[in-house]
């Protein structure tokens, strides 16, 4: 019977866990905002705002977690959980002239926005062009 379970895959003692590269950086007061503008003058910064109770969110992130390899994990992601942070979410809005969506990603560089999308968008923008 094991020979059969590792032919189909049903073995699931052992799973290999893919590696995470992404190292999330909670984003969770307004004095951070100021952070990130700071520390986009010298590289790219992302913030992905995501709702824990929207299951696109959900999947999204899962596939944005996964789309991260070894090369991206220098790149600085900062995580908003909406749900308990929405003043920050509207003045990230406000700040970097996005209007707010869920879930979403910014890129921010030199204190702009140079790309953001949301929903399934996300996973079109290409995180490796903004790396230094």
């Known amino acids: 019977m094991s020979l059969l379970n590792k032919l189909f895959g049903s073995d699931s003692s052992h799973k290999e866990e893919k590696e995470k590269y ?14 990130i503008k700071k520390d986009s003058k010298t590289e790219s910064i992302g913030i992905f705002k995501h709702s824990t109770r929207c299951g696109i969110s959900r999947g999204i992130i899962k596939q944005f977690e996964n789309s991260f390899d070894q090369e991206m994990s220098s790149l600085k992601i900062y995580y908003l959980d909406l749900l308990s942070y929405r003043e920050i979410s509207d003045e990230i ?7 707010h969506q869920s879930p979403q990603l910014l890129v921010i560089k ?6 953001h999308a949301s929903h399934y968008d996300i996973m079109s923008i290409d995180l490796k062009k903004y790396l230094l």
């Open 22 to 35: 992404i190292k999330w950086i909670p984003l969770n007061s307004m004095e951070q905002l100021e952070e």
């Open 110 to 115: 030199n204190e702009v926005a140079v790309a």
């Open 93 to 99: 809005g406000y700040q970097f002239q996005v209007i």
